[in-house]
């Protein structure tokens, strides 16, 4: 198995048990922006070491990061500080395999935004993609047990978070992967932790002084909850650094496609963890979404 393969599967599963995470601390511990900042705040110095480990390790200088890699940087940090507190946000009002099925729409959603704004083209078969894809989202987008009409299932807080958090995560890797690339060493591995360790730090003083600011106590119940908030932590570092190593070392349409396997991940632990009912629409729902992602990514 190459190497970019496995670190994507293993992205994918450390992501999978990082929202899980989350959406334990959120329903019974801390608020969403407090469960947003237990992933920053343990993952920051985990990375830290072990960057610096590696740097020493190697023997290496730390390179010169510029103004356009900081740039990238922050820009990406916004957007994932934002994007997770989205998705902690859905998990309160739907399961999880869904929550993660409407995140994972930020594949199509980044190709709309090339379309629509910079000129992109897409084939008719990324179009027919997207079309399957709605399709999904329409599935998803209804409540079960509840009688709506197709567009306030669509325009439902729900479907809004699920959206957003797909769209600020396409804005994230994005960036993250300009960022890497803006750092001057053919070594894939101190690109990815040098990255990382810069983008955690800047998201832990970020989120530290808004919680210290919005939500006073917020902080120190993210250290009471420490038993399992480093693990949101820890987690979070492994998953970050499996993307940030994958997306430097293949194309991001590849490291997607493979990413995939995330959403059979989030189904199993919606059933087999968290005992949530999963409906036959919804299940449905996950399926066209999951199809139209894995063509599209391939195609286009």
Same mark, same amino acid.
């Given at each position: 198995?190459?190497?970019?393969?496995?670190?994507?599967?293993?992205?994918?599963?450390?992501?999978?048990?990082?929202?899980?995470?989350?959406?334990?601390?959120?329903?019974?511990?801390?608020?969403?922006? +407090?469960?947003? %900042? /237990?992933?920053? &705040?343990?993952?920051?110095? !985990? *990375?830290? #070491?072990?960057? @610096?480990?590696?740097?020493?390790?190697?023997?290496?200088?730390?390179?010169?990061?510029?103004?356009?890699?900081?740039?990238?940087?922050?820009?990406?940090?916004?957007?994932?500080?934002?994007?997770?507190?989205?998705?902690?946000?859905?998990?309160?009002?739907?399961?999880?395999?869904?929550?993660?099925?409407?995140?994972?729409?930020?594949?199509?959603?980044?190709?709309?935004?090339?379309?629509?704004?910079?000129?992109?083209?897409?084939?008719?078969?990324?179009?027919?993609?997207?079309?399957?894809?709605?399709?999904?989202?329409?599935?998803?987008?209804?409540?079960?047990?509840?009688?709506?009409?197709?567009?306030?299932?669509?325009?439902?807080?729900?479907?809004?978070?699920?959206?957003?958090? +797909?769209?600020? %995560? /396409?804005?994230? &890797?994005?960036?993250?992967? !300009? *960022?890497? #690339?803006?750092? @001057?060493?053919?070594?894939?591995?101190?690109?990815?932790?040098?990255?990382?360790?810069?983008?955690?730090?800047?998201?832990?003083?970020?989120?530290?002084?808004?919680?210290?600011?919005?939500?006073?106590?917020?902080?120190?119940?993210?250290?009471?909850?420490?038993?399992?908030?480093?693990?949101?932590?820890?987690?979070?570092?492994?998953?970050?650094?499996?993307?940030?190593?994958?997306?430097?070392?293949?194309?991001?349409?590849?490291?997607?496609?493979?990413?995939?396997?995330?959403?059979?991940?989030?189904?199993?632990?919606?059933?087999?963890?968290?005992?949530?009912?999963?409906?036959?629409?919804?299940?449905?729902?996950?399926?066209?979404?999951?199809?139209?992602?894995?063509?599209?990514?391939?195609?286009?």
């Amino acid at each position: 198995m190459e190497l970019w393969i496995f670190a994507s599967i293993a992205a994918a599963l450390f992501q999978t048990v990082r929202f899980m995470l989350q959406k334990v601390l959120s329903m019974n511990v801390l608020s969403t922006a +407090g469960s947003t %900042f /237990a992933r920053f &705040a343990y993952a920051a110095p !985990a *990375a830290l #070491l072990a960057t @610096a480990f590696y740097i020493w390790g190697q023997d290496t200088a730390l390179p010169v990061l510029d103004r356009a890699f900081w740039s990238y940087a922050w820009l990406g940090a916004v957007a994932q500080i934002i994007a997770t507190a989205c998705i902690v946000a859905l998990f309160r009002t739907r399961n999880f395999a869904v929550g993660i099925t409407l995140m994972k729409t930020e594949v199509i959603q980044a190709a709309i935004i090339g379309v629509l704004f910079f000129g992109a083209k897409v084939s008719l078969a990324g179009w027919g993609a997207i079309l399957i894809g709605l399709v999904g989202v329409v599935l998803l987008s209804r409540t079960p047990g509840v009688q709506e009409s197709l567009w306030k299932g669509l325009s439902s807080r729900a479907t809004a978070l699920g959206l957003a958090s +797909g769209f600020l %995560f /396409a804005i994230s &890797a994005t960036s993250y992967r !300009a *960022a890497s #690339l803006e750092i @001057a060493s053919e070594d894939p591995f101190l690109r990815a932790g040098v990255t990382l360790t810069c983008v955690t730090a800047s998201q832990l003083v970020a989120m530290a002084l808004w919680l210290r600011w919005r939500e006073p106590g917020q902080v120190t119940a993210v250290w009471r909850a420490r038993k399992v908030a480093v693990w949101v932590g820890l987690t979070s570092m492994a998953g970050s650094f499996g993307w940030f190593l994958a997306f430097t070392l293949q194309t991001a349409a590849y490291v997607k496609a493979v990413g995939q396997i995330e959403l059979i991940f989030s189904l199993m632990a919606s059933v087999l963890f968290f005992r949530e009912t999963v409906t036959a629409r919804e299940l449905v729902g996950i399926g066209f979404l999951g199809l139209s992602i894995l063509i599209f990514v391939l195609v286009v």
